[in-house]
């Protein structure tokens, strides 16, 4: 198990830009897939972004593609959301998540953090 821990939420204006962060603790950290979802108040938790151990690959959802990207630090242990552009529309409550494998769906992910709340002002 990997202990997860994000960070940088907030709230901003439409087209404004945030960047999350995570930090992992325990079990090796370039030994898992991490990811970002999001869920909205009264919606399912949905897939945002995902990055491979090493970074070489990452995934998105079609509607963040071209404003987010997600990227690694394996040295700190921390993976990142940059997200730019934002819309209110993408206001949720955003949580990291580490998976032994690559995936997009939350129930291949066995470790999340808590979560952090990122509101989207028109």
């Known amino acids: 198990q990997v202990q997860l821990v994000e960070s940088g939420g907030g709230l901003v204006q439409a087209g404004g830009s945030l960047r999350l962060s995570c930090a992992a603790s325990?079990?090796?950290?370039?030994?898992?897939?991490m990811g970002w979802f999001r869920q909205a108040p009264g919606k399912e938790r949905e897939f945002v972004a995902v990055?491979?151990?090493?970074?070489?690959?990452?995934f998105y959802l079609d509607p963040v593609k071209g404003r987010f990207t997600i990227s690694r630090d394996n040295a700190k242990n921390t993976v990142y959301l940059q997200m730019n552009s934002l819309k209110p529309e993408d206001t949720a409550v955003y949580h990291c998540?580490?998976?032994?494998?690559?995936?997009?769906?939350?129930?291949?992910?066995?470790?999340w953090g808590q979560g952090t709340q990122v509101t989207v002002s028109s």
């Open positions: 325990g079990r090796s950290f370039s030994s898992y897939v």
């Open positions: 990055i491979t151990w090493g970074g070489d690959r990452t």
């Open positions: 998540a580490a998976s032994n494998i690559i995936a997009t769906s939350a129930q291949q992910f066995g470790s």
